[in-house]
């Protein structure tokens, strides 16, 4: 039963920090109440995308010697400090990116990697399928906030600073009750460790052509994915649609972000890390791409949907594809390194899209450039990333990391 209500309480963290993916149903009021361009609400989000990966790496380590009730209960407590903060910056950009971009970008990266670790040492046999399920709830956050921002500033016509305010307080309390829940299975008095066995050295591991792989190709889906959501009401918008319509996009987008996330894990399991990454990068860079073209507003709804599922796929094949890789005990050590190619895309990326679309005047451009990024990124993924999962030779921790988590599991089940 524990095993449950600890999945439950990481999806529900996961819920919460994923509603930063409705973050362009701030940017009309930001920029027509506070006169930030698209530029500069492209920036803050990016900002809180690299915060967000930069503080995961010190985050999975702090995990290791903490244990995740701990160190998720202090990214909740970062999370609701900076959109209260936020609240009182008086649409000020530098403090929206201190306060929204920073705190809160900082919060979710303590918090992210702590559900994903415990849901998989609680399910070993289907690290994939539990993977996906709890970055699903992530996905999923924008389909919540982006409703209920539009409620707030459209039907109540309250400010978005005081919605800001209302996200920070229920929001980041429900986040708080949420990671106190987290622990792992067989956990002693000992700061909630579980007895873990010690990381070891990870930098052979970093230096493996099959981890390259898995940073670039995230890099990759992530970029044109952050492009797309970053600016996504905008951008439909600018297509024509209402923005009723342009705010439903958001939801699709956040729907089709959960869904991917579970079936791409469900798929990993059947066909293997190789060909999950390969197949997701050729479906996100066919709906980027497809995105370019004029159509009626049904079929944008559609691709919209389209490119939600394919990056959602970039939040589960390559966590599951480093635990195929490395094992599940490196993971929280090697894969906030690799999620640093989200960083990175979360930083040029949504900002990148903003300027084109100021200076241009159309968002068009960047998304040819996003999908061109993805295809290339495939191809050449083909020729490097390994299609035989054969751990390094100093690789010991993994194997007995896994035997440590099944025991462990059979002893509290």
Known sequence: MKKWIVLVAGVTLQLIFGGVYAWSAFVPALTEQYGLSNGECGFVFGVIIGTFTIVMIPGGRLMHRWGPRIVATAGAILFTSGYVAASLSGGNFLLLLLSIGVLSGAGIGAGYVCPLTVAMKWFPNNKGLV???????????????????????????????QVFRIIGIGFGGVAVVSSLMLSNPGHTSEGDRGNMPPPGNIKAYLLTDKFGSLALGLFAATFAGLITVGNLKPILEDAGLEPAAATLGIALFAVGNAAGRIFWGRLSDRIGPRHSVLFSLLALGMAVFLLLFAMPAPYMLTLVVLTGLGFGAAFVVYASSVVEYFGVELFPLLYPVCFLGYGLSGIIGPGIGGWIKDVLGSFAPALGISAAVVFLSC?????????????????????????????SLKENE
């Open 379 to 407: 191809a050449l993924l083909a020729f490097t990333l390994p299609a035989e999962i054969e751990p390094a030779p100093e690789d010991t921790v993994p194997r007995e990391a896994d035997a440590f988590s099944k025991r």
């Open 131 to 161: 993977m996906g399920v709890a970055v699903a709830g992530f996905g999923g956050g924008a389909i919540v906030l982006s409703f209920f921002v539009q409620y707030l500033l459209q039907t109540v016509q309250l400010d978005v600073l």
